[in-house]
């Protein structure tokens, strides 16, 4: 299985700021995703992250608040822009390998916004 | 009706028993079903997936497919302490072709008592 890390693991945030994500995945993988998961909830799917272009967004979520990059096959950021309390969550990358049958999680970044 | 359905529990079982944990989904179209534990303060592990009808077992882990009545269990026997955790049901969005996204249902809490 693909080792994946995330940096930060945890921050805190004044509203209004913005903070980048980073996601490594330490063997070459098809799909990165980026889920959040918010206190006391389930995970739901930000955007898939696609390598060398825009990443696909899901309904609820748009570009200008969590810009994606994905420059490589390994890596990826995720950018939450104008942060609000309502922000404060469990943002998570994932990835598949070749088969896209698995799909592995980073350990997450805890974010909190003040 | 959400797209994948658990019961939150709690779940509370004592130790060695059978703990068996249901999902419901409702995309006749989903073909893969998979199966996450989720530790207090950590990022889901991925510990089951099955595609066909029946039972899958894997250890003391048995995964059971029913596409006609849209649902899909985990059964864990000889349940330990260290199996009290959260499991995540997910299912891929039918008809969505292989682009690795999944489903999260809400979570099934499972306690398991000495």
């Known amino acids: 299985s693909a080792v994946i890390s995330q940096k930060p693991s945890r921050d805190i945030c004044q509203r209004g700021t913005s903070l980048t994500i980073q996601c490594q995945v330490d063997s070459q993988v098809t799909m990165m995703f980026w889920y959040r998961q918010q206190p006391g909830q389930s995970l739901t799917l930000i955007a898939t992250a696609n390598q060398g272009s825009e990443a696909t967004y899901e309904s609820g979520f748009v570009i200008d608040k969590f810009p994606i990059s994905r420059p490589n096959l390994t890596f990826s950021t995720l950018t939450v822009s104008n942060m609000s309390p309502e922000d404060s969550s469990i943002y998570l990358c994932?990835?598949?390998?070749?088969?896209?049958?698995?799909?592995?999680f980073g350990p997450g970044t805890r974010l909190l916004v003040l | 009706q959400k797209e994948v359905e658990q019961n939150s529990g709690p779940l509370s079982v004592p130790e060695g028993a059978i703990a068996s944990l249901n999902c419901t989904y409702s995309d006749r179209g989903s073909q893969s079903f998979f199966w996450y534990r989720q530790y207090s303060g950590k990022s889901p592990e991925l510990i089951m997936f099955?595609?066909?009808?029946g039972d899958k077992e894997d250890g003391r882990f048995t995964a059971q497919l029913n596409k006609a009545s849209q649902y899909v269990s985990l059964l864990i026997r000889d349940s330990q302490p260290s199996d009290s955790a959260t499991y995540l049901c997910?299912?891929?969005?039918?008809?969505?072709?292989?682009?690795?996204?999944?489903?999260f249902g809400q979570g099934t809490t499972l306690q398991v008592k000495p």
């Open positions: 994932s990835a598949t390998g070749t088969t896209k049958e698995t799909q592995y």
């Open positions: 997910a299912v891929p969005p039918g008809g969505s072709g292989n682009t690795g996204k999944l489903i």
């Open positions: 099955i595609y066909s009808n």
